[in-house]
């Protein structure tokens, strides 16, 4: 079985076109990165390794969860994630080492939020929902697929575990 967590950056400052692959995170995109590192944290099976666009933004919320997670956690730059249409984002996926069963992706919309809505082909009713309505900053779903290799996930293969965001952590 694999594991897919699949985490939106952490709200980041205004957007500025020409440098967008530059913009950082805000502070309250800092504390929301810290909050939903802390759910990641607690899954299990862990986080076997974690990848990021290359995109400062998505790279500082990586940062900032991966300080929460086991030291030596594998972090990979997948650049093909950034600008990405959805079925190149899911191409990416498919490409992951399948030597990791439980991967961990900072991304970024539209292409992350369609790609999780795609690939879930179940999961709680209302966690579909509310997922499918709007994928914010620092939104995580965790997907679950009955696959033992990257390449074979395919559209609605996937369970949907969890769609946690931190409004919904704050509603608890």
Not at 65 to 91: C, H, N
Not at 132 to 143: D, E, Q, R, V, Y
Not at 148 to 158: K, L, N, Q, T, V
């Amino acid at each position: 079985m694999l594991r897919l967590l699949l985490l939106r950056h952490a709200k980041a400052a205004p957007q500025d076109p020409p440098r967008d692959h530059e913009r950082p995170i805000a502070e309250r995109g800092r504390s929301d990165a810290a909050l939903l590192g802390r759910v990641i944290a607690a899954q299990d099976p862990a986080v076997d390794a974690a990848a990021h666009s290359g995109a400062r933004r998505a790279k500082q919320t990586l940062a900032i969860v991966a300080s929460l997670l086991p030291k030596g956690l594998p972090i990979l730059i997948e650049p093909r994630l950034y600008e990405a249409t959805t079925l190149d984002f899911i191409k990416a996926l498919r490409a992951l080492s399948d030597k990791y069963a439980s991967v961990l992706v900072v991304g970024h919309n539209p292409s992350l939020g369609e790609a999780a809505n795609r690939l879930a082909g179940a999961g709680q009713r209302n966690d579909l929902l509310r997922m499918a309505a709007k994928f914010p900053t620092s939104g995580l779903a965790i997907l679950e697929f009955e696959a033992r290799h990257w390449a074979e996930i395919a559209e609605r293969s996937g369970r949907l575990v969890a769609f946690v965001t931190p409004a919904s952590l704050e509603e608890d």
